[in-house]
């Protein structure tokens, strides 16, 4: 009889236990998630950056060989 | 001496132009206003609270109406080349921006004169329990404010988008000086003494203007040759 | 020359990095924020980088005003624009830390203010150049601005510290106290590493700016013949 009365107590224990647990599972989630997003953010913003200049170089060397090739051709003339 | 009386002529002449068309003076005014009143909109000058932050608020004021007197400084020189006359003239950088400087300052620290009273009576607080140490600051933030912004116009008088250029150029540097007056105004207005802490503003205050106004004797010149 | 330079320094970088992130990977957790401490290894190191670019920026401005040689002015802008970048970086994995620490996306504590004015000032100094189209003007009025900016950084620093000590705001983390050893070493690091990714994008940048000097002077030529 006690076992009867004592289950439903070690139930209930059990129970607040395991949404302490499930809170922390969900805080370290977050966290770990929040992690790899600031990695994420951190390298997009580099790569970002870094892609706008190799467009710009591209952009620049384009006009470049273009003028060098118009000098050459006033020159011939 | 003769530095000073260079600087005294083009303070004079620049004043008195303004005081013939009172363009600038007229339009900051009517500005100071329309801001004071959309505020009181924003920020509900019946509220306890409010009146506590309302020194900061006046800040906003300032600044934004102090702009427009500080973009027609230079402006006003652009048509009939007044503006290549003034760099032609025998006269040093740091005296042209020292003489323009000083009528701006004059006219913003008018308009601050008339805004004020209307503040205290649109958010109903007694400004003039702390008056001369509010006006310390409002003459330390309004020489900061016109340092910076005279040589900025100066800056900007050539490009394309002047009066947007200008306040955005000039407001993220004034920041300091800004957290500096705003923090003072608002204790001030709501009449408690300065103390402690609190006075590290007033070092920073003046901190603030001697340095940018040294940088910008020096560097005028080079803005008006640029 | 140049070219091998640049391709050293990245293989550099690259290693460092990745070696790096082996390291951060293995240490152990921080015992009050978790994973998320980690980011402090972009974080730091990304607005440090910024902040001394913003000095040499400086120096350059004077350097230039003082010499009149274009090569500091092209120095001055590489300089600000990886700042703009870098500080970008700070701002965004200072907030993702901020809302995981404390549910909010912005914390206005003293460092993250502070970054955000730096970064509105190197943005300032991009579009004043934008704005102006003649070359030596662009240059002399971009320095003068850029030392009026840059001599703000540390004031804004300061002064914005005393605000939120004045009124107090929840601080992002001490750095004083539980930074164990090896933790700081791998700091270092990442911090070499930054610090080398800067320099090198710098120079990417900073040659671009001479290439593109190069073809005005030849678009003159061009148009002139």
């Known amino acids: ?77 | 001496m003769r530095f000073l009386s260079q600087v005294m002529v083009i303070t004079a002449k620049d004043l008195r132009a303004e005081m013939r068309t009172k363009e600038a003076i007229n339009a900051s005014f009517a500005f100071a206003l329309v801001i004071l009143l959309i505020l009181s909109f924003a920020f509900d000058p019946t509220e306890e609270t409010t009146r506590e932050i309302s020194g900061g608020l006046l800040w906003i004021v300032f600044t934004f109406a102090g702009t427009l007197v500080l973009n027609r400084s230079f402006a006003r020189e652009l048509p009939n080349d007044c503006l290549d006359a003034l760099i032609a003239a025998p006269v040093p950088g740091a005296a042209l921006f020292l003489g323009k400087a000083l009528a701006n300052f004059v006219l913003i620290l008018a308009v601050e004169f008339v805004a004020l009273p209307v503040f205290g009576i649109f958010y109903n607080v007694r400004w003039t329990r702390q008056f001369w140490p509010l006006m310390l600051v409002l003459v330390l933030g309004t020489w900061g404010l016109t340092s910076i912004g005279t040589i900025f116009s100066a800056l900007t008088v050539n490009i394309r988008l002047r009066e947007v250029m200008l306040p955005l150029l000039v407001y993220p540097v004034m920041i300091p000086m800004l957290l500096g007056a705003m923090r003072l105004s608002a204790l001030l207005v709501a009449g408690q003494p300065v103390t402690g802490d609190d006075t590290v503003w007033f070092k920073l205050l003046f901190g603030f203007d001697i340095i940018y106004t040294a940088l910008s004797l020096v560097l005028m010149e080079t803005v008006l040759l640029g | 020359m140049r070219q091998k330079v640049i391709i050293v320094m990245l293989a550099l970088v690259a290693i460092l990095l990745a070696r790096n992130l082996y390291a951060i990977s293995m240490l152990p957790d921080e015992m009050r924020q978790g994973q998320i401490f980690r980011i402090i290894y972009f974080h730091v190191p990304a607005a440090a980088a910024a902040m001394t670019g913003s000095a040499v920026a400086l120096v350059a401005s004077v350097l230039f005003l003082v010499t009149k040689k274009f090569q500091y002015d092209a120095l001055a802008v590489a300089v600000t624009e990886v700042g703009l970048a870098f500080l970008a970086v700070n701002l965004v994995t200072g907030s993702i830390w901020a809302h995981v620490i404390w549910g909010v996306w912005w914390a206005w504590d003293p460092r993250l203010t502070s970054a955000l004015i730096c970064w509105i000032l190197y943005a300032g100094y991009m579009i004043l150049r934008q704005a102006l189209e003649e070359p030596t003007q662009r240059a002399t009025f971009a320095a003068v601005y850029s030392i009026f900016a840059f001599t703000d950084v540390p004031i804004v620093y300061f002064s914005i510290r005393w605000w939120r000590t004045i009124h107090p705001q929840p601080v992002f983390f001490s750095k004083e106290g539980y930074f164990p050893p090896d933790w700081s070493r791998a700091l270092a690091i990442n911090m070499v590493a930054m610090f080398l990714l800067y320099a090198v994008l710098t120079m990417i940048r900073l040659r671009q700016e001479q290439t593109q000097r190069e073809i005005d002077y030849l678009r003159r030529t061009v148009h002139a013949i």
């Open chain 1, 1 to 77: 009889m006690h076992l009867y009365t004592l289950t439903p107590v070690v139930a209930f224990l059990l129970q607040a236990d395991a949404d302490a647990i499930r809170d922390e599972i969900g805080r370290l989630q977050r966290n770990f998630q929040g992690l790899i997003w600031g990695f994420v953010a951190a390298w997009v913003i580099l790569a970002a950056y870094t892609l706008m200049l190799t467009f710009r170089e591209r952009k620049i060397r384009r006009e470049m060989e273009r003028l060098k090739s118009m000098v050459e051709e006033s020159e011939k003339k």
